[in-house]
């Protein structure tokens, strides 16, 4: 129970990262912890108490295996997060080269 | 064959970088050519449904094991929404993208924006609706910053940083379904719950899908990123962004989760009413007193979103049927609204009111189609906007829910306004300076621009016998809300 | 004038450990169905092994030997193969089915279309990611091109 | 399973520290503190398909994410975290946890999963796919669609970043 709470206490550290934070980058590190806090959650509703990697072997098959159906798509939301990361550090560069500044409020100005 | 709608934009979307490498015009044909086959499909796929839904099993695998598609009511209508606006967008963007530099970019990005759409509309399993939901939504992030402007580059960086965070909490909430159920198929998820309902659970799910989905379409609390957003994508991508990718990433997903998976309880009916209210209210006020062409569409679009989920938050079966054909008016009416302001700016140059007039002459076609528009979207009786609006209000009534009927006639009122300003402003009145610098746009343009117009007054005319065929299908799936397990797994 | 890329000592210990690397993922991909790793942890090293050539001796380099032209025709061409692979199981009868002999378990080639989808994903991740990385190496940062001026 | 909790608050740290710290090459190195953390756990819960991948992802993202902020002095950045921030934080991740502690009762006990597709993955995987890696199996077998929109997934975001820092956007 106390690991869930730990788990979704990372993410809204994540959330509130995000809405405070004025600069561009420390908003897309906030983004990178909830999706952190995400994929933690799946794999911990997956967890069984001492079992092993779902992965079958010649000697001993079948052993007391863990759920490997959220390990397939937390392989999927990793990536996810990997292709939003890098399309949102390509755009902060850009911004970055048009207002010379990461920062929300000064762009605001700027921008008029 | 049902996996023909995400096969073909996406072979396309892979072939488009080889073949610009080989001839300059070749995507842009490639990407027209697929948008018709998909378009030509979408109208056949009316005919395919005999009342039951069309399930196909993936790899061959029954539905809990492997993922499947299903094609419902609902889903050909959304395919239907989805393929004609594409086809459209694609059409007038062929002139539109003179403005642009290395437009084989932009048709791979949209071939991947079609596939994506399809895929969330037909896609049958919880976590491959959110995977093609990413990628409908990473595809119009890149398209909104497709003129590498500044302020285009600064809206798009909000519009992603609130999509992701919609997404994450999207998966936060599967996260808990799946922790409670451990199987992703709907079907299967909508037939576990019904034997073992965890209350509060199922309430917390429901208010993160709400946020999450609130976010994608831009509910009234949700919707800081909508009024940049889209007036600084290029004109064919906020037309589908507003007609296209709102709806069915945003009302339809959200739709299909409430009225399929968790059940449409008081509880969430009440939400969607309360929701649909503040939206239309707060979006007629923000438009009427906006002098940018765009940014006053982008807020009509809020109003016109309150009217859809208020009329489906009604759960009568009148108030459903008005809600989805409004869903399908606006996202004619709007792109074609759109379609108006990128000509506009195409030919002008500038989206400020103040400095446009006197385009009647100047534009014929595209001022015609635009009065064609404005009257729809404001809901005067013979285009097809007069019919859902009507349909919405006496739902309302009949629902005896007094004050959504009175909010919706005074901000069908609003909107009325609204849009005859930009009419007077932009194509009525006469200021010598600009018009005689002004010519009418290219063809594909005017195009799509008419073949939208005559769609606009076609389904106002015969606006009966469209919604016996695909709004009354549609309709009917939500209606039965939970028993869309037994098409599915054809168990009871 | 400084010549690009990092010091000789980096330059010498890249030159043996970027094979290791490149040998590694395509170890992890191939390996994907029968130890952990798969498809994609392949393709991202891979791609990882291209950007530390590309950090250790300087852009221009690293461009000789896999250009941006021929990063995204791999990533085409991989998506293609991919999708080629799955349309390949509409032949039996169903978009994704795994139309070819599962092998005796347990051997490498054991498994049907795994083995290929992780070929094809391979290829895909690998490019593309390589693809992101000269895009946002090659875009010059306004302060880069101060220094250039200087 | 005390190392899990002792490695989350770890994590939970390494993010804070990741949100407050001034400079922003720290801050970076901080949230690749908290991956390396999250592969740990991974390692912990049995998941050694994940561990690989989000090590390497990590180390791309810190890599990218650097090419970003190298060079970025961070100008008048106030240090000394203001009253009303702090309480707002707590007051706000609190309440997060109050109104989602009653869900967390309805799910499962941790370390007892209802394996209800799970198991039935387990038991039929190797006879019906040949693969030995079940993940793999889930992967590119029994769910390939969903692999086949996540091949897509990064060729947009690809094709996104080529769009998005092409030099000249319009030609007007």
Redesign the interface.
Known sequence: MTIYILCLVLFAIGIYCLIVKRNLVKKIIGLGIMEYAVNLFFILLGYRHNGNAPILDKQFGVGNFVDPLPQALILTSIVIGLGVTALMVAIAVRIYEKYNTFDIDEIRRLKG | MLPIFVIIPLGCAFLIPLASKIRQGLGRILATFAAALLLFFSLKSIFWLNAGAKVYYLGGWRPPFGICMVLDGLAVLMLLVVNLVGFLALVYSWDYLKRYTSDNLYYTLFSLLLAGLNGVVISGDLFNLFVFLEITSIASYALVTFGTEAEELEASFKYLVLGSVASTLILLAIGFLFGHVSTLNMADIADTLRYSPAKYLLNFSLALFIMGFGLKTALVPFHAWLPDAHPAAPAPISAMLSGVVIKTIGVYALVRVVFNIIGFTQLASSIFIGLGIISMVAGALLTVGQWDFKRLLAYSSVTQIGYVIFAIGLGTPLGIVGGLLHLFNHSLFKSLLFFNSGSVEFSVGSRDLHKLGGLANSMPVTSATSLVASLSISGIPPFCGFWSKLIIIIAAFQANHIIGGVVCIVVSMVTLAAFLKVQKYAFIRKIETLASAVKEVPISMKISMLILAILCIGVGLFFNSFISTVIQPAAQVLLEGLNYTAKVLGKG | MKKPGMSLIVKRITKITVSLIFLFGVY?ALH??????????GG??I??SF?HVV?AFGKDVALKRINE?AA??I??????M??GI??L?VM???????VLS??R??DLF?????IL??I??LL??GA??F???I?????R????DKEKKE | MIELHIILILMILGAIVAMEIESLLSSVIALGAVGAGLTLAFLLLRAPDLAITQLVVEILSLVILIKATVGVEVKSQRLRIKRGYLVFAVIFVVLFIWISRKAIMDLPQFGSPIMKMGSQYIASGLKKTGAANLVSAIILDFRGYDTLGEATILFTSAIGVITVLRKIGRKL
Do not use: D, R, W
């Open positions: 992890i994907g169905h029968l130890t952990p790793g798969g498809g994609f942890a991202v090293i791609a990882l950007i950090l032209k995204s025709i990533e085409s061409l991989g998506g293609l991919f999708l799955a349309l199981g039996g009868g169903y978009f994704f089915l795994n599962k092998g378990p347990f054991s498994s049907g279309i795994i989808c992780n094809a994903i895909k991740v593309g990611l693809a992101i990385f895009a946002l190496a090659f875009f940062m306004p302060q880069e």
